[in-house]
């Protein structure tokens, strides 16, 4: 009964937090006995965290950034960081995704941002429309790596490891994934022979970097601040809130009060939609751990004497088949109780894997057929998804083979956190 009714729900098209909260239910009334009330008590208190309290700051971050002349300054800015290569533009997206990600942590976000401003110039300058589109959907991903991940906050809640310390780990294999896909950008431009853009214009650079001074401080800030202990993760976020509204009205005076707070409504909207979900998963969760199900399924596991790397290849498959069908925040909240534990036997640190689930569930973001990424690609540009998703398979290819790194080589996420 557990599993039948939210996958049967979700199976007749309901909101996805109405699957988690119906599968709770149904539990709470014909599996366990505990007084009913403990589910208004457990969404309440999934909700009321302090760590969680830096999503609504990143999401608000993103959206300012988005929303005013701040994402366009990034981009030029990383298209003039790139200038005079085959395929510069290519680059730049990427570039410019790995600088937004670090500002907003939201995939759609990104997307939608850089995409916007992207997807004609890369059409103008000779890259294919499949190309372009895949590029653009791709790149969105690697946002779930770079910190301020939203899905690394909502995992350090869920295995209550440091959220500071996931932020740093998440650093180098975000640099991986982006570093994988910027060398297959620049290849298959050498191979379609791109026409190069730009030249290389070391005044041009002076200038584009200076003008982005105020945008590129803020990952700065953010993960400077959390690596030497100035502020929290949370704390972290209000400063970039306040940087990104400093540098937006009152510094490159691009955005009106008007603007700033449309953008505080579609923040807190945006905020309340993620956290009725975190609060009904939270809640699924919960039942399932009082039922023990974690521990039968780590016994179950350990009974077949698999080698670790086994057990994490198969922790990774089920990953992506459930990447590919739920939503990333559902599955963080959901699976991470339920594999920590097996984990654990693995003798797999909890950083890691949650770098690896991020890295898994950052896939599915653009992976069929539920894909969130893809859905934004299509609507922003108007594209049918059958367009979309070639350009997608060699990104595909890529994510899989960093993953791969990043699940079999620990010193990638672990290094920089030894002392932190």
Known sequence: MLWAVPVALLCLGAPLYLCFLAGAVAGLIFVVDVPHTIAPQAIFGAADSFTLLAIPFFLFAGELMGRSGIADRLIKWSEALFGGVRGSLALATVGASVVFGAISGATVATVATVGRVMYPALRKNGYDEQFSLGLITATGSIDALIPPSILMVLYGVAAEQSVARLFIAGILPGLLLAGVQAAYVVWHARRHRVPVTGRVDVRHMARTTLDASWALAVPVIILGGIYLGVFTPTEAA???????????????????????????????????????????????????????????????????????????????????????????????????????????????????????????????????????????????????VSKIVPGLLPFIGLHLIALALITYIPWLSLVLVRGF
């Open 238 to 384: 209000g400063v970039a809130v306040v940087v990104g509204i400093v540098s937006a009205m009152f510094i490159y005076r691009d955005m009106r009060w008007a603007t700033l707070w449309r953008i505080g409504v579609g923040s807190g909207k945006l905020t309340s939609q993620l956290l009725i979900v975190v609060g009904c998963a939270q809640l699924y969760a919960w039942l399932l751990t009082t039922l023990s199900v974690p521990q039968r399924l780590t016994e179950a596991v350990v009974a077949l004497q698999l080698p670790p790397w086994g057990i994490m290849m198969a922790l990774n498959v089920i990953l992506l088949v459930v990447g590919m069908l739920v939503d990333p925040a559902s599955a963080t909240l959901v699976l991470t109780p339920l594999f920590a534990p097996l984990v654990k036997t693995a003798g797999v640190d909890l950083l890691h894997f949650g770098i690896i689930l991020t890295t898994n569930l950052g896939l599915g973001t653009y992976t069929p057929p539920f894909a969130t990424n893809i859905f934004t690609t299509q609507s922003l540009f108007n594209v049918p």
